[in-house]
């Protein structure tokens, strides 16, 4: 008894010092002036990063302005920054001090958590009227509004981000990063603003969140592994994509890619894979998990386009040399707005391999006197299980005779 006691009061006395003495620091105590957190939110930073215990940065509850921020680690113990109010860009893209950096980047930090309920607010609306990149290749580029890059064993959780000027978030060459109950939201209408870009990375999740944005929800490039997005509804947008991929020679595989439990409402797409033709890059996309999907109006609920070629940018001549496999397609329902509810457009020289395709429930809820809901199979090879409505790749197995 005496002894378990004295090991019980060690244990506690080692423990409550670590907890008690968490460092926390509001940034109204820094140097806030006229409710611009620019340089008090950088010195409070690093002030927490040099803790030797859990540190804790607030933003209250409030409007603050942030110029623009470069946060950087390593910091000595974990540190969360709580965001509980609103932190808005200024509304011109051409005050960012740094015109080259993002809005908001934090980089080279591990146990690193980004919470408390607030918003970034990129005040883009301006800056969207401005936005000509899709026809003028010197246009100025908008700053993305949070860019995280190395940051190891992380978490993103209870935050919105809105009307950014570009992408909202980009996560790159990272391990192991969550994103919960993440909140992105712009008009349908925005150019470019891809909800999260994901790339060069392993162990990254994005779950229980909504995404409304006028691009990609999500959008993932390449050399990237171990992906789970999990309870995310999409749309309006362009839905979640893998891809492009091709264009350069240097790019990387990408595999372990699951999408689970996901709702995409009146967006392009619900999942799609686009790689370039005529490109050299020769990575492969395997491993891939599309399950339990539903659609509400959404153009192409699924596609995989190896034939991707916008603007004309490309020629078809040359087929894509990447190679997909491994795709399992699983309980997938809802309505399409457009007649073909999956599209294989796998490359001529690379077929897509061992897709297995389970469940399938789509109807075709645009103009009725097209007929119903079809899919369109190129050059994929697959094996099915359950029921498929419609029926899988009815067109191309049963090609019209051509006209002699
Ligand atoms: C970091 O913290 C140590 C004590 O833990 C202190 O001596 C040092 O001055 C601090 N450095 C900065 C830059 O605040
Ligand atoms: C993240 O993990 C990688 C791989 O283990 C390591 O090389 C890198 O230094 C880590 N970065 C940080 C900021 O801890
Ligand atoms: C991933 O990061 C989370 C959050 O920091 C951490 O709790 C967990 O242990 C990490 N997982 C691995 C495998 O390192
Ligand atoms: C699927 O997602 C919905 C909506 O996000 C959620 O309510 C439900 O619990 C999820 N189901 C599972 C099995 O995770
Ligand atoms: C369905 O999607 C199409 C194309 O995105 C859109 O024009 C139409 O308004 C949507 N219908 C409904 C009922 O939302």
Do not use: I
């Given at each position: 008894m005496e002894q378990n006691h004295l090991i019980f009061l060690a244990i506690f006395a080692l423990l409550v010092p670590l907890s008690a003495h968490a460092a926390t620091f509001d940034i109204r105590q820094h140097g806030v002036q006229n409710g611009d957190i620019t340089a008090a939110l950088l010195k409070v930073w690093k002030l927490a990063c040099n803790e030797s215990t859990p540190a804790k940065v607030v933003i209250p509850k409030g409007e603050w302005t942030l110029k623009q921020a470069l946060l950087v680690g390593p910091t000595k113990s974990p540190l969360e920054l709580q965001v509980e109010g609103t932190v808005k860009a200024l509304a011109d893209p051409h005050q960012l001090p740094n015109k080259e950096g993002e809005w908001v980047t934090i980089n080279y930090i591990s146990g690193f958590t980004l919470s408390g309920g607030g918003t970034f607010d990129g005040n883009a609306k301006i800056a969207w009227t401005k936005n000509d990149c899709h026809k003028n290749k010197n246009c100025m580029k908008l700053p993305i509004n949070l860019s995280f890059n190395f940051i190891n064993n992380s978490i993103i959780k209870d935050i919105t981000t809105k009307d950014s000027k570009n992408f909202h978030v980009n996560l790159i060459s990272s391990r192991n990063v969550t994103f919960q109950r993440f909140r992105v939201s712009a008009p349908a209408e925005s150019p470019n603003t891809d909800g999260l870009h994901i790339a060069r990375g392993v162990g990254y999740n994005i779950i229980d969140s909504i995404i409304e944005t006028g691009d990609d929800c999500v959008s993932m490039g390449d050399?990237?592994?171990?992906v789970l997005i999990k309870n995310v509804r999409c749309g309006p947008g362009h839905g979640i994509s893998i891809g492009s991929l091709g264009k350069n020679i240097q790019e990387k595989d990408v595999s372990r890619i699951t999408i689970d439990n996901c709702t995409f409402i009146n967006s392009d797409n619900g999942v799609r894979i686009k790689t370039w033709p005529s490109a050299p890059a020769t990575l492969k996309i395997t491993d891939l998990k599309f399950t339990n999907l539903n659609m509400v109006n959404v153009s192409n609920p699924i596609i995989i386009d190896q034939q991707y070629c916008p603007w004309n940018l490309c020629s078809l001549d040359k087929a894509s040399l990447i190679q997909i496999s491994k795709v399992k397609i699983e309980n997938i329902k809802g309505t399409s707005f457009t007649q073909d509810v999956l599209i294989f457009s796998c490359s001529t020289s690379k077929p897509c391999q061992d897709v297995q395709i389970g469940n399938i429930d789509l109807r075709f809820t645009g103009d009725p006197t097209l007929g119903g809901a079809t899919t369109k199979c190129q050059n994929v090879k697959y094996v099915s299980t359950g029921k498929q409505n419609p029926p899988l790749c009815a067109k191309s197995s049963a090609p019209k005779p051509l006209p002699k």
């Open positions: 050399e990237l592994s171990d």
